[in-house]
């Protein structure tokens, strides 16, 4: 109940539910008091069902409303003790993250002997490593497989960690990097910069002549020259700088779509992308098998030590 905006919603909320409890004492205390005036001579309601059923005018069992005094007294007693009152947290202060919390340390603490004979290898070494990888296969699919694939091969605006194409490089250390920091992409929208929208049509045609693909030479000629303005970031060659995160424009690979209408939409709007970091959510150890799991899908690992 921590996310209400105003004080309303928590007395609105705590009020509904101190309302509903009484409700249910009430409705006890009515369905309690013993039998109603009977319409009929047989102690009935007077209703039938099916010919011959007949539905009798008892009180209700006492076992039965004592089990509802049980229950709502019960119920008075949660929410002394925990939160159910609007942002009232409860005497014993339980929350859900706090529960989640308790359960991921206890659960680091009984693998961390288990991930300390992954420490002192290095990547390379560790990607060679059968039970290690194994380990960093679960991982990746309980963290990673959501947005980059159970293949790792990823899909559009999510990048392929399986080939050799990497936005900040791919070397153990830069990918222990992005998994624990996590990456904040952005391309600005750059229409203004290139000209006029023709002049766009042009640079898009340029930048698929750099990896040799369908193009109109006759604009990609025109469109170079403009092309300056987008080689601040991925350079006059268009290789890309790993520094800034800017793509490697000439090696066919197209995270974000490929095709004029593509690049177009790209240089017009801009583009944001953004990996999470995980480094809140798993241990160094964790990071470091993930890593060399992650590598070695793209790299040839050192044969493991007998």
Request: proline content about 5%.
């Given at each position: 109940m921590s996310d209400f905006n105003t004080e309303f919603w928590s007395v609105y909320v705590a009020g509904l539910t101190v309302a509903s409890i009484v409700a249910c004492l009430l409705l006890l205390w009515i369905t309690a008091r013993g039998k109603t005036p009977s319409a009929t001579a047989d102690n009935?309601?007077?209703h039938v069902w099916d010919e011959d059923l007949r539905e009798m005018n008892n009180p209700m069992p006492r076992w039965w409303m004592w089990l509802f005094v049980i229950t709502i007294v019960f119920s008075l007693l949660y929410l002394v003790a925990y939160p159910g009152l609007g942002s009232y947290q409860g005497e014993l202060r339980w929350t859900t993250r706090g529960e989640y919390d308790a359960e991921v340390q206890r659960a680091n603490q009984e693998l961390g002997p288990l991930y300390a004979q992954f420490a002192a290898k290095k990547t390379e070494e560790l990607a060679g490593d059968a039970n290690a990888m194994a380990i960093g296969e679960r991982l990746f699919m309980n963290n990673c497989a959501q947005c980059h694939g159970s293949d790792a091969r990823g899909s559009k605006s999510f990048p392929n960690l399986a080939d050799a194409d990497w936005l900040y490089g791919g070397s153990p250390d830069k990918i222990r990097e992005t998994i624990t920091q996590g990456r904040k992409g952005q391309m600005p929208p750059m229409a203004a910069a290139v000209g006029t929208?023709?002049?766009?049509?042009?640079?898009?045609?340029?930048?698929?002549?750099?990896?040799?693909?369908?193009?109109?030479?006759?604009?990609?000629?025109?469109?170079k020259t403009r092309f300056t303005a987008c080689?601040?970031?991925?350079?006059?060659?268009?290789?890309?700088?790993?520094?800034?995160?800017?793509?490697?424009?000439?090696?066919?690979?197209?995270?974000?779509g490929w095709g004029e209408q593509a690049i177009v939409s790209i240089v017009t709007s801009?583009?944001?992308?953004?990996?999470?970091?995980?480094?809140?959510?798993?241990?160094?150890a964790?990071?470091?098998?993930?890593?060399?799991?992650?590598?070695?899908?793209?790299?040839?690992p050192a044969p493991a030590k007998p």
């Open positions: 009935t309601t007077g929208p023709d002049d766009v049509r042009n640079v898009a045609h340029y930048v698929l002549s750099l990896s040799n693909g369908p193009h109109d030479s006759v604009r990609a000629q025109l469109g080689a601040a970031c991925h350079g006059m060659d268009g290789k890309g700088n790993q520094a800034l995160g800017a793509p490697n424009l000439t090696d066919d690979v197209w995270l974000h801009g583009k944001a992308n953004e990996m999470p970091a995980q480094a809140g959510k798993l241990t160094d964790q990071i470091h098998v993930l890593a060399s799991y992650v590598w070695g899908l793209s790299n040839r």
